[in-house]
């Protein structure tokens, strides 16, 4: 693919989203400019209503932007069509939701197996991708399982094997721990550290600044707007999240 952007898995410049309101329009983003790099992990954080899952959802083809270009892998999307934006998120994006969006009449297995179908994988390949994936994840025993009899953890877990089945390019989380304990919170980020070590693309939201604490990156939201956009370093206060800081190195 070729196009601006090439040097980045993601680049969005000067994206804005309104909405059509009852007797006025809101914009919920204002001219937001962002780049990722492939292999980076940045966290967007802000308060409630600041525009960033209505960002996100611009990045990953869910809504579209009212005004802007998106980049992905140099290629423009932002005018793709929605057919087409469908197939790009099945082959090359993987997301992950605060409320697990599992289908529920569907056991754990089939749940991850669709999702590498989809993305274009055989059975055999998507069943090997499934079997290498809640191996992983320590969710082997419960392939056979409905999504109801897990706990919420083991579900969001689940939820991330999802995302992964079709190797994507970019993986997206929406406030993937918004719903968990303390525990578990631990337990999806030592997830997401891990796979970033191998290489992959994360792009997270969270209101959560012990959560944005694994990113490499903080990208800070404020009205609609990307306010500030820094490295991360590690706090100093020694409660948040002090295992998963260990494996940002």
């Known amino acids: 693919m070729t196009g601006a952007g090439q040097g980045a898995v993601l680049r969005a410049a000067s994206l804005t989203k ?3 309101g009852d007797s006025v329009a809101v914009t919920a983003v204002r001219g937001a400019a962002l780049t990722l790099e492939h292999g980076e992990f940045a966290a967007i954080t802000g308060p409630s209503g600041a525009g960033k ?14 005004s802007g270009e998106i980049w992905l892998n140099g290629q423009r999307v ?12 099945r082959r090359h994006i993987g997301f992950v939701f605060q409320f697990f969006n599992l289908v529920s009449n569907m056991t754990v297995a089939d749940n991850v197996e669709l999702a590498a179908i989809m993305g274009g994988a055989s059975r055999k390949q998507a069943r090997a991708r499934r079997e290498e994936l809640l191996s992983e994840l320590g969710l082997a025993e419960k392939a056979q399982s409905a999504p109801a009899r897990l706990s919420g953890g083991e579900q969001q877990r689940v939820a991330l094997a999802r995302a992964m089945a079709n190797r994507p390019l970019l ?3 929406d406030e993937p721990t918004g719903n968990l304990d303390s ?13 970033h070590a191998d290489g992959q693309s994360i792009l997270l939201v969270t ?11 903080v990208i800070s939201m404020f009205d609609g707007m990307v306010v500030d956009d820094a490295p991360m370093t590690p706090p100093s206060h020694p409660t948040l999240l002090p295992d998963v800081l260990k494996l940002r190195g």
């Open 18 to 20: 309104t909405f059509a």
């Open 53 to 66: 899952s209505t960002l996100l959802h611009m990045l990953g083809g869910l809504e579209r932007p009212t």
């Open 78 to 89: 932002d005018r793709m069509s929605q057919a087409r934006w469908a197939v790009l998120r």
């Open 171 to 173: 993986l997206l989380a």
């Open 183 to 195: 525990a578990a919170t631990a337990a999806v980020l030592r997830l997401l550290c891990r796979v």
């Open 207 to 217: 209101h959560d600044l012990r959560v944005a604490s694994a990113a490499d990156r």
